[in-house]
C-alpha cells in the first residue's frame, strides 16, 4: 500500500479531488488580472480622454462668461471689449485667441495686445497703450505720436502737459512722422522744454521753433544726438537762427 504523505492531501477532498485553497484562488485571480491589466488602463485612459473632450468641447462647464481687461489708461475697458468681441457662452477651448488679438491690436492707440484663457470661464486680455511722445495737429484734429512715428487717436485731456506740437502736410508720409519722433527722443530734456513746434515737411527738412522766436534747422533725424549738443552749445549765444543739420558745420544767424 502506497502511502500518502499529508503534505500531498492538502487540499484535497475525500475522494481524492483537489480543492482550491484561499490562498491559490487569490494566485489564480492575481495572474488573471495581471493578463488583463494593460487593457483595463487602457479602457480607463481611453474614457478619461473623451470626458476630457466632452468637457472642453461640448459641456457648458466652461464656457465664456467674462472678459478682464487690464493695462488699459487712455482706452475704456468697455471700448476694448466692443471691438475684442469675445463669443460669450462659447467652450473657452474653442475661442480664437488671435483673432481677438487681432481685433484689439487694429486700434490706432493700442500697441500690442495679449489674449489668454483664464479657466474655467474668463479670456483676459493684456493691453499695451501708445505713450504719446508729441502733439500732431492735423485741421482741427489733435492727434498722439509715439516714438516709432505712429499716429494715433487720443483726447486731448489724456495727453501729458508740455508735449512738443509737430506740424505736418496733411499728405505727409509715415517715414518723415518716424523722422520727426526720433527728433523729438534724441533732444535734451532741456531743449525739450523750449520746443514749441517742430515742423515736419519731409524726412530731411525738419525744423524746430524753440521759445524766444528761434528757429532751427535740424535735417534728418541722421545723427541727433550730436545735433543736441551742438544746439546745446549754440543756445547760449544771441542768436535767432540755428542750423546743425550738419552738426560738425553747424551756422548761426
Same mark, same amino acid.
Given at each position: 500500500?502506497?502511502?500518502?504523505?499529508?503534505?500531498?492531501?492538502?487540499?484535497?477532498?475525500?475522494?481524492?479531488?483537489?480543492?482550491?485553497?484561499?490562498?491559490?484562488?487569490?494566485?489564480?485571480?492575481?495572474?488573471?488580472?495581471?493578463?488583463?491589466?494593460?487593457?483595463?488602463?487602457?479602457?480607463?485612459?481611453?474614457?478619461?480622454?473623451?470626458?476630457?473632450?466632452?468637457?472642453?468641447?461640448?459641456?457648458?462647464?466652461?464656457?465664456?462668461?467674462?472678459?478682464?481687461?487690464?493695462?488699459?489708461? #487712455?482706452?475704456?475697458? &468697455? +471700448? !476694448? $471689449?466692443?471691438?475684442? *468681441? %469675445?463669443? @460669450?457662452?462659447?467652450?473657452?477651448?474653442?475661442?480664437?485667441? #488671435?483673432?481677438?488679438? &487681432? +481685433? !484689439? $491690436?487694429?486700434?490706432? *492707440? %493700442?500697441? @500690442?495686445?495679449?489674449?489668454?484663457?483664464?479657466?474655467?470661464?474668463?479670456?483676459?486680455?493684456?493691453?499695451? $497703450?501708445?505713450?504719446?511722445?508729441?502733439?500732431?495737429?492735423?485741421?482741427?484734429?489733435?492727434?498722439?505720436?509715439?516714438?516709432?512715428?505712429?499716429?494715433?487717436?487720443?483726447?486731448?485731456?489724456?495727453?501729458?502737459?508740455?508735449?512738443?506740437?509737430?506740424?505736418?502736410?496733411?499728405?505727409?508720409?509715415?517715414?518723415?512722422?518716424?523722422?520727426?519722433?526720433?527728433?523729438?527722443?534724441?533732444?535734451?530734456?532741456?531743449?525739450?522744454?523750449?520746443?514749441?513746434?517742430?515742423?515736419?515737411?519731409?524726412?530731411?527738412?525738419?525744423?524746430?521753433?524753440?521759445?524766444?522766436?528761434?528757429?532751427?534747422?535740424?535735417?534728418?533725424?541722421?545723427?541727433?544726438?550730436?545735433?543736441?549738443?551742438?544746439?546745446?552749445?549754440?543756445?547760449?549765444?544771441?542768436?535767432?537762427?540755428?542750423?546743425?543739420?550738419?552738426?560738425?558745420?553747424?551756422?548761426?544767424?
Amino acid at each position: 500500500m502506497t502511502v500518502v504523505d499529508s503534505t500531498e492531501r492538502r487540499g484535497a477532498g475525500h475522494d481524492g479531488v483537489v480543492v482550491a485553497t484561499p490562498d491559490f484562488a487569490r494566485r489564480r485571480l492575481r495572474a488573471r488580472l495581471s493578463r488583463w491589466r494593460p487593457y483595463l488602463l487602457t479602457l480607463l485612459a481611453a474614457v478619461v480622454v473623451a470626458i476630457g473632450v466632452w468637457l472642453l468641447y461640448f459641456s457648458s462647464a466652461v464656457t465664456v462668461t467674462s472678459v478682464e481687461v487690464t493695462g488699459n489708461d #487712455a482706452l475704456t475697458t &468697455a +471700448r !476694448i $471689449e466692443k471691438v475684442a *468681441a %469675445v463669443p @460669450a457662452g462659447e467652450q473657452l477651448i474653442r475661442v480664437d485667441l #488671435a483673432a481677438i488679438q &487681432a +481685433r !484689439i $491690436e487694429r486700434i490706432d *492707440a %493700442v500697441q @500690442a495686445a495679449q489674449v489668454s484663457r483664464s479657466w474655467p470661464h474668463t479670456i483676459s486680455v493684456q493691453v499695451t $497703450e501708445r505713450v504719446p511722445i508729441a502733439v500732431l495737429r492735423r485741421g482741427g484734429a489733435v492727434l498722439g505720436l509715439d516714438a516709432e512715428g505712429v499716429v494715433f487717436t487720443v483726447k486731448e485731456s489724456q495727453l501729458p502737459k508740455g508735449l512738443p506740437v509737430v506740424q505736418t502736410a496733411l499728405n505727409v508720409n509715415a517715414a518723415t512722422l518716424g523722422e520727426a519722433a526720433r527728433v523729438v527722443v534724441a533732444l535734451r530734456s532741456d531743449i525739450a522744454a523750449r520746443v514749441e513746434r517742430i515742423k515736419a515737411d519731409s524726412i530731411d527738412r525738419i525744423v524746430l521753433e524753440l521759445d524766444g522766436g528761434v528757429t532751427v534747422e535740424w535735417g534728418s533725424a541722421e545723427d541727433s544726438e550730436n545735433k543736441a549738443r551742438v544746439l546745446a552749445i549754440l543756445l547760449a549765444r544771441d542768436v535767432t537762427e540755428i542750423d546743425v543739420s550738419v552738426p560738425g558745420r553747424p551756422t548761426t544767424r
